[in-house]
Nanobody, 126 residues
Framework: QVQLVESGGGLVQAGGSLRLSCAAS????????MGWFRQAPGKELEFVAT??????????AGSVKGRFTISRDNSLNTVTAYLQMNSLKPEDTAVYYC?????????????????WGQGTQVTVSS
């Protein structure tokens, strides 16, 4: 069974930091780009960040650029993706989802991803 499992969410004060992790099982995803999306209450799913298969290319939503950093570790023969979130704001509050892309290069569209995790809640208090 192919799974992506996120962890690292929680409650943090504005200005704080969190690091999300996404561990894959059942498939390596070593040649797939990975991405992070988020969904706030009452809002649509939103692209956050993406990273290419080898980590050589990244892309970010404008709202998180300069504050969030996506990375990946392919060294254990299966991918673990990370999202380091700094200078968090209350508007970053959402459920964050990890996803594996169909392609090896960075993509921002949700339709470009065919495996999704269950999500992890991030709450930023003011």
């Amino acid at each position: 069974q192919v799974q992506l499992v996120e962890s690292g969410g929680g409650l943090v004060q504005a200005g704080g930091s969190l690091r999300l992790s996404c561990a894959a099982s059942g498939r390596t995803f070593l040649t797939n780009a990975m991405g992070w999306f988020r969904q706030a209450p009452g809002k649509e799913l939103e692209f956050v960040a993406t990273i290419s298969w080898n980590g050589g290319s990244t892309d970010y939503a404008g709202s998180v650029k300069g504050r969030f950093t996506i990375s990946r570790d392919n060294s254990l023969n299966t991918v673990t993706a990370y999202l380091q979130m700094n200078s968090l704001k209350p508007e970053d509050t959402a459920v964050y989802y990890c996803a594996a892309a169909k392609q090896y290069y960075t993509v921002a569209g949700r339709d470009e991803y065919d495996y999704w995790g269950q999500g992890t809640q991030v709450t930023v208090s003011s």
